[in-house]
T-cell receptor
Framework: DTAVSQTPKYLVTQMGNDKSIKCEQN?????MYWYKQDSKKFLKIMFS???????INETVPNRFSPKSPDKAHLNLHINSLELGDSAVYFC?????????????????FGPGTRLTVL | AQKVTQAQTEISVVEKEDVTLDCVYE???????LFWYKQPPSGELVFLIR??????QNEISGRYSWNFQKSTSSFNFTITASQVVDSAVYFC??????????????FGTGTRLTVIP
């Protein structure tokens, strides 16, 4: 019954490794997002996907790449992990993109994935 | 530039007191949306309310109420008769058209509310 789910909930890994975080939503929404929450609780958007098309790509390193196999999934791949990547990563989804990919509807968030890079 | 400011970093109140969380925003767009989210100690983000820039009516939902004032670019959140379960970090957020036409959601830095029993 979970609307937006993420796996894993916790991820501990060594610097330099490559890892993925999975996200799935069963709300039928057409836009999905990835956010990063740092140690000071600051939330910043990383990516969003609408109908399998990237519509936001903030200034994140290209080591981060979103992959959307279908409308219900948006996975986050991270290559060559660095210490500064340690954070909580949230997936979210919303419905209704309006014109030019603009979505003003509320975003529903997954439970978050706490990534720790050692 | 779009910006959301939550000047109160931390607030502590005694149970049953009323508390107001402040939110001030900046945007050059005439069409935008404002949101409040709650992040309890368990870590998930819970949507509370959405308000569009054309609707300045205040809203009440149980013990929660929101005061949107375009003249002061503020969207404040009041909890009446606070309870321990209200202890959380509360985020105010702004969504506008963005300079490139893409949608952006900007979060404030959050206010940590502690309700003391």
């Amino acid at each position: 019954d979970t609307a937006v789910s993420q796996t894993p909930k916790y991820l501990v890994t060594q610097m330099g490794n490559d890892k993925s975080i999975k996200c799935e939503q069963n709300l039928g929404h057409d836009t999905m997002y990835w956010y990063k929450q740092d140690s000071k609780k600051f939330l910043k958007i990383m990516f969003s996907y609408n109908n399998k098309e990237l519509i936001i790509n903030e200034t994140v390193p290209n080591r981060f790449s979103p992959k959307s196999p279908d409308k219900a999934h948006l996975n986050l791949h991270i290559n060559s992990l660095e210490l500064g990547d340690s954070a909580v990563y949230f997936c979210a989804s919303s419905q209704g993109t309006g014109l030019a990919g603009r979505s003003y509807n509320e975003q529903f968030f997954g439970p978050g994935t706490r990534l720790t890079v050692l | 530039a779009q910006k959301v400011t939550q000047a109160q970093t931390e607030i502590s109140v005694v149970e049953k007191e009323d508390v107001t969380l402040d939110c001030v925003y900046e945007t050059r767009d005439t069409t935008y949306y404002l949101f409040w989210y709650k992040q309890p100690p368990s870590g998930e983000l819970v949507f509370l309310i959405r308000r569009n820039s054309f609707d300045e009516q205040n809203e009440i939902s149980g013990r929660y109420s929101w005061n949107f004032q375009k003249s002061t670019s503020s969207f404040n959140f009041t909890i009446t008769a606070s309870q321990v379960v209200d202890s959380a970090v509360y985020f105010c957020a702004l969504s506008d058209r963005g300079e490139t036409g893409a949608n952006n959601l900007f979060f404030g830095t959050g206010t940590r509310l502690t309700v003391i029993p």
